[in-house]
T-cell receptor
Framework: DAKTTQPTSMDCAEGRAANLPCNHS???????VYWYRQIHSQGPQYIIH???NNETNEMASLIITEDRKSSTLILPHATLRDTAVYYC?????????????????FGQGTILTVHP | EPEVTQTPSHQVTQMGQEVILRCVPI?????FYWYRQILGQKVEFLVS????????KSEIFDDQFSVERPDGSNFTLKIRSTKLEDSAMYFC???????????????FGPGTRLTVT
């Protein structure tokens, strides 16, 4: 799976949008971009994923550049509860009968601190 | 909303003892995983399990570790003879599968904190 690079930490004011960047310049065509977060040693929580199109769900938006070498996770209105470590993970598309079974390789992530 | 559950939340054991960590994955999921996180370090993959057998494992998952799905609902991780360095949070995860996307996002349990003394 491709390697990702994220800033070590970021700050955001409550109510403002948090934009978390991720670089994955070696991504290949069959790899998805996944975002997870971990709030204070709880289990990682799935946020969103995408292949090449921008995606939005109730938690966040994912913007993937046209060349797919980087992406940005957007939390539109950050709250104090969004303070967490955010992980950008690139993972190969897994098909039944394939040789990969979907393991996630976590890096250090970005520590996002939302302050009042 | 269905969720992955894990028991116990905290397990304290003496070095050399066997421990079994239990997980109940989400009921219609097909792929199951164990990860661990040593305090202050990254989340690390241990093993994946599909169709009642191990499909992939990491270097960490040596002969001291085993997994089992004994009754179609529980998914267990056993450590035969615990070492001090096995102290960590252990997370179970499960994931659904669909024809279009293949293996999808993983849903994690709250974790079991294992302390080996």
């Amino acid at each position: 799976d491709a390697k990702t690079t994220q800033p070590t930490s970021m700050d955001c004011a409550e109510g403002r949008a948090a934009n978390l960047p991720c670089n994955h310049s070696t991504i290949s065509g069959n790899e998805y971009v996944y975002w997870y977060r971990q709030i204070h040693s709880q289990g990682p929580q799935y946020i969103i994923h995408g292949l090449k199109n921008n995606e939005t769900n109730e938690m966040a938006s994912l913007i993937i550049t046209e060349d797919r070498k980087s992406s940005t996770l957007i939390l539109p209105h950050a709250t104090l509860r969004d303070t967490a470590v955010y992980y950008c993970i690139v993972r190969v598309r897994v098909r039944a009968g394939g040789t990969s079974y979907g393991k996630l390789t976590f890096g250090q992530g970005t520590i996002l601190t939302v302050h009042p | 909303e269905p969720e992955v559950t894990q028991t116990p939340s905290h397990q304290v054991t003496q070095m050399g003892q066997e421990v079994i960590l239990r997980c109940v994955p989400i009921s219609n999921h097909l792929y199951f995983y164990w990860y661990r996180q040593i305090l202050g370090q990254k989340v690390e993959f241990l093993v994946s399990f599909y169709n009642n057998e191990i499909s992939e494992k990491s270097e960490i998952f040596d002969d001291q570790f085993s997994v089992e799905r004994p009754d179609g609902s529980n998914f267990t991780l056993k450590i035969r003879s615990t070492k001090l360095e096995d102290s960590a949070m252990y997370f179970c995860a499960s994931t659904p599968w669909n024809l279009r996307q293949g293996v999808r996002e993983q849903y994690f349990g709250p974790g079991t904190r294992l302390t080996v003394t």
